[in-house]
């Protein structure tokens, strides 16, 4: 299972766009990137998933470039209720022999 | 379409006794998940059920149990429980062939 790594924080403020990085150098062939949103107390809650390329949802981007060794989620214009936890995770979607490993994820802070 | 259900939402219990988590999938999802998720920390991979059976387990003692009933829903049993159990456990389900996973809003466990 390839291990993530993000930066433990950012901030930002109201009304600008947000790219948290995720690198995963030893993503596998099969593995997919998804992405998970937190806020305290509740469950995490699926934002974007990708495989190659850009994605783009009407929530998110996910851009991965070719190497897939990275990848990035841009957050368009944040509003303070984007203030959570993010979440990056790498793993093969085919079923069976699947564990997810959520990391400790970026905590992003959207300031007034 | 309801989303993932947990019960209870809060429990409080006391060092030794046993705690019991329900959980609830998605209409149509296979796999359910649990987690746990101590305050202020990442989530840890509890167990993962899939047709009735465990699939995978994470680094947790054996009185971290559970099943999943042939409807799908799913109980994790917490016996023996330790003052470190105190956290919010998260179950999620997914689509037997798919990783992404939805989650439920959590159990808070307590233990005095």
């Known amino acids: 299972l390839a291990k993530t790594t993000q930066p433990i924080s950012m901030d930002s403020y109201e009304g600008q766009e947000v790219n948290i990085t995720c690198s995963h150098n030893?993503?596998?062939?099969?593995?997919?990137i998804t992405w998970y949103q937190q806020f305290p107390s509740q469950g995490p809650r699926f934002i974007i998933q990708?495989?190659?390329t850009k994605v783009t949802n009407e929530v998110a981007s996910l851009f991965i470039p070719a190497d897939r060794k990275s990848s990035t989620l841009s957050l368009p214009r944040v509003s303070l209720s984007d203030t959570a936890v993010y979440y990056c995770?790498?793993?093969?979607?085919?079923?069976?022999?699947?564990?997810?490993?959520f990391g400790a994820g970026t905590r992003l802070f959207v300031k007034a | 379409e309801a989303g993932v259900t947990q019960s209870p939402t809060h429990l409080i219990k006391t060092r030794g006794q046993q705690a019991t988590l329900r959980c609830s999938p998605i209409?149509?999802?296979?796999?359910v998940y649990w987690y746990q998720q101590a305050l202020g920390l990442g989530l840890q991979f509890l167990l993962w059920?899939?047709?009735?059976?465990?699939?995978n387990r994470g680094n947790f003692p054996p009185r971290f149990s559970g099943r999943q009933f042939p409807n799908y829903s799913s109980e994790l049993n917490v016996n023996a429980l330790e003052l470190e159990d105190s956290a919010l456990y998260l179950c999620?389900?997914?689509?037997?062939?798919?990783?992404?996973?939805?989650f439920g809003p959590g159990t808070r466990l307590l233990v005095l």
């Open positions: 999620a389900s997914s689509l037997r062939t798919q990783e992404t996973q939805y």
């Open positions: 059920y899939d047709e009735g059976e465990e699939r």
């Open positions: 209409s149509g999802h296979t796999s």
């Open positions: 030893n993503i596998a062939t099969n593995d997919y």
């Open positions: 995770l790498v793993g093969d979607i085919r079923h069976g022999g699947f564990k997810t490993i």
């Open positions: 990708g495989y190659k």
